[in-house]
């Protein structure tokens, strides 16, 4: 069964830091591409960032210089180090894989997020 | 960044309704739109993928149309379980982007 856990929230002051896990079952995690999402308490979805099979990076204006995703192969397993906490950091996050189908006659292909984790809560609070 | 703007941002229906809910880009995105539904303390569940594009296991009362800037899910008689919230979101651009969400709500 293809399945994502995430761990890691917790309650951290500002300032603080804290790293999310990710853990994958059923698929590879280093073959897809894969997404961090967020959603603070009765708001919508926010895109944190996500990570190509090929290693690239990318990340929302909002946490981009604070925020590191990453990956370890063997653990199959996603990342999300998080760093000079801020009160509107608090939120509910979620892993995702992304997943890529080809546009046909289009060329390129469309990315979608097709399983998605339970979800992990940090709050950052004094 | 692309601006992903949803309309209405609730809406009151009752069960047997037909339904539509538009996502409009602030740039072309071409067909790289996808829809998500969200029922409270869950985590999102993908509708529609590539804008029209019915992801497996999902009732066929939800479609979805459009291209280019403007979109829509249509739900084409509401079942009493598709009370919840709906999210469309944008791949075109690698920074993906979210609407602020549509609320459906039991009239």
């Known amino acids: 069964e293809v399945q994502l856990v995430e761990s890691g929230g917790g309650l951290v002051q500002p300032g603080g830091s804290l790293r999310l896990s990710c853990a994958a079952s059923?698929?590879?995690?280093?073959?897809?591409?894969m997404s961090w999402v967020r959603q603070a308490p009765g708001k919508g979805l926010e895109w944190v960032s996500i990570?190509?099979?090929?290693?690239?990076?990318y990340y929302a204006d909002s946490v981009k210089g604070r925020f590191t995703i990453s990956r370890d192969n063997s653990k199959n397993t996603l990342y999300l180090q998080m760093n000079s906490l801020r009160v509107e950091d608090t939120a509910v996050y979620y892993c995702?894989?992304?997943?890529?189908?080809?546009?046909?006659?289009?060329?390129?292909?469309?990315?979608?997020?097709?399983?998605w984790g339970k979800g992990t809560t940090v709050t950052v609070s004094s | 960044d692309i601006q992903m703007t949803q309309s209405p941002s609730s809406l009151s229906a009752s069960v047997g309704d037909r339904v539509t809910i538009t996502c409009r880009a602030s740039?072309?995105?071409?067909?790289?739109l996808n829809w998500y539904q969200q029922k409270p303390g869950k985590a999102p569940k993908l509708l529609i993928f590539?804008?029209?594009s019915l992801q497996s296991g999902v009732p066929s009362r939800f479609s979805g149309s459009g291209s280019g800037t403007d979109f829509t899910l249509t739900i084409s008689s509401l079942q009493p379980e598709d009370f919840a919230t709906y999210y469309c979101?944008?791949?075109?651009?690698?920074?993906?982007?979210f609407g602020q969400g549509t609320k459906l709500e039991i009239k």
């Open positions: 995702a894989r992304d997943l890529t189908i080809a546009a046909a006659g289009a060329g390129g292909y469309y990315y979608y997020m097709d399983v």
């Open positions: 590539a804008a029209s």
């Open positions: 990570i190509y099979s090929g290693g690239s990076t």
């Open positions: 740039q072309t995105i071409s067909s790289y």
């Open positions: 979101q944008q791949s075109y651009s690698t920074l993906y982007s």
């Open positions: 059923g698929f590879i995690v280093s073959s897809n591409y």
